[in-house]
């Protein structure tokens, strides 16, 4: 049996996930209709991997995430979930968090764009939500 769990593992290795990224607050948020931008994580079964977005103005963006596996679950006022989880309709708590992991990540885009996301994901799944924001000024909720 573990050998066809760790066949499926390496099989898996390359595996991605659709992350959505909705915006919640800036200038991206007042289009209408709202955009749905869909990101691309690789690497879902290991604890990092590459990230590719497409913004809603065309600029495309590369980066890479990574995850800890599930220590202490702790929110500082200077983190995104800190600033804006009531934005985006997040409540927050601190304290041991057993099966959830914390992440973040980090792209770069075409025409200059830097975005910036943490993020918590169940142990051993790629479920999660999260917060980006970008250089622009917008801010997203992620889900995936």
């Known amino acids: 049996m573990r050998s066809i769990i ?3 593992a390496l099989l898996c ?22 955009p749905e931008l869909v990101a691309t994580a690789d690497g ?3 604890n990092s ?13 590369k980066g890479k995430w990574a995850s800890a ?4 679950a702790a929110i500082s006022t200077g983190s995104l979930f800190g600033q804006y989880a009531s934005v985006a309709g997040f409540g927050m708590s601190a304290g041991i ?6 992440g973040e990540a980090f792209l770069s885009c075409s025409k200059g764009t ?6 918590f994901t169940g142990s051993g799944t790629a479920n999660g939500y999260g917060i980006a924001k970008d ?3 917008n801010i997203y909720k992620m889900l995936f």
């Open 44 to 46: 879902i079964t290991s």
């Open 69 to 72: 596996a599930p220590q202490f």
């Open 6 to 8: 760790a066949a499926l």
């Open 13 to 34: 290795a390359g595996c991605s996930t659709n992350v959505s990224f909705f915006p919640i607050e800036g200038p991206v948020a007042a289009q209408r209709p709202l």
């Open 49 to 61: 991997g590459g990230l590719s977005l497409t913004l809603a103005d065309g600029q495309s963006c």
């Open 114 to 119: 830097t975005i910036q996301a943490e993020f």
């Open 135 to 137: 250089s622009d000024g």
């Open 97 to 102: 968090a057993p099966g959830v992991n914390r």
